[in-house]
Nanobody, 126 residues
Framework: QVQLVESGGGLVQAGGSLRLSCAAS????????MGWFRQAPGKERDFVAA????????FVADSVKGRFTISRDNAKNTVYLQMYGLKPEDTATYYC???????????????????WGQGTQVTVSS
């Protein structure tokens, strides 16, 4: 079992930045691929970014590429999502997720991810 707790969400103006954190507890954090998803009201939960177990590989959705960066600190059992140049369409609840998949992973599929946090709200005003 892995427990995930997100933090760092809030209200920000368009063009601003936020850094989300996801603290993990339970089993060995470095044994999991980590990711972020987001869900706007009335919409599907969409993949945002993923990072490999050691942090050497990252994958970012086209919709946020160049603006969002995922990173992790295995010593702190934490994964981060740094968001720059925020737009109103980035408004959503952001979820942290953990997966045991290590290669050939289909990151955008929710079924790939075993554990989920409760989410943190990000609101971008225009």
């Amino acid at each position: 079992q892995v427990q995930l707790v997100e933090s760092g969400g809030g209200l920000v103006q368009a063009g601003g930045s936020l850094r989300l954190s996801c603290a993990a507890s339970g089993r060995t954090f470095s044994g999991y691929t980590m990711g972020w998803f987001r869900q706007a009201p009335g919409k599907e939960r969409d993949f945002v970014a993923a990072i490999s177990r050691g942090g050497g590989s990252t994958f970012v959705a086209d919709s946020v590429k160049g603006r969002f960066t995922i990173s992790r600190d295995n010593a702190k059992n934490t994964v981060y999502l740094q968001m720059y140049g925020l737009k109103p369409e980035d408004t959503a609840t952001y979820y942290c997720a953990a997966s045991t998949c290590s290669s050939g992973c289909t990151y955008y599929l929710r079924a790939t991810w075993t554990y989920w946090g409760q989410g943190t709200q990000v609101t971008v005003s225009s």
